[in-house]
């Protein structure tokens, strides 16, 4: 049974950072495809970053030149630094595995929460 730990959400001034981490246990993470998602309140779940198992990385125009991602295979770790942020980055931010046409594989975990606000 996979379980997905997210962790780092916070509240932010606009223009400040933050590092989001996920945890995964269960699986054989160094084999999988990660990808960040986030849900606004009254929006849909959209995939913002992925991180292919080579490391390779994809990003929503929306967060392009903000936000990195990256992973830890030997932390089964995958991290999202964000850098810049503004009031519609506020979401509830989480971590799955991705397949190849990007559809989120496992069950969710409970997601970490980023407001940013002045």
């Known amino acids: 049974q996979v379980q997905l730990v997210e962790s780092g959400g916070g509240l932010v001034q606009p223009g400040g950072s933050l590092r989001l981490s996920c945890v995964v246990s269960g699986r054989i993470f160094s084999i999988a495809d990660m990808g960040w998602f986030r849900q606004a309140p009254d929006k849909q779940r959209e995939l913002i970053a992925k991180?292919?198992?080579?490391?390779?990385?994809h990003y929503a125009d929306s967060v392009l030149g903000r936000f990195t991602i990256s992973r830890d295979n030997a932390m089964n770790t995958v991290y999202l630094k964000m850098n810049n942020l503004k009031p519609d980055d506020t979401a509830l931010y989480y971590c799955n595995k991705l397949s190849s046409d990007l559809t989120p594989l496992w069950s969710w975990g409970q997601g970490t929460q980023v407001t940013v606000s002045s």
């Open positions: 991180i292919t198992t080579k490391s390779s990385t």
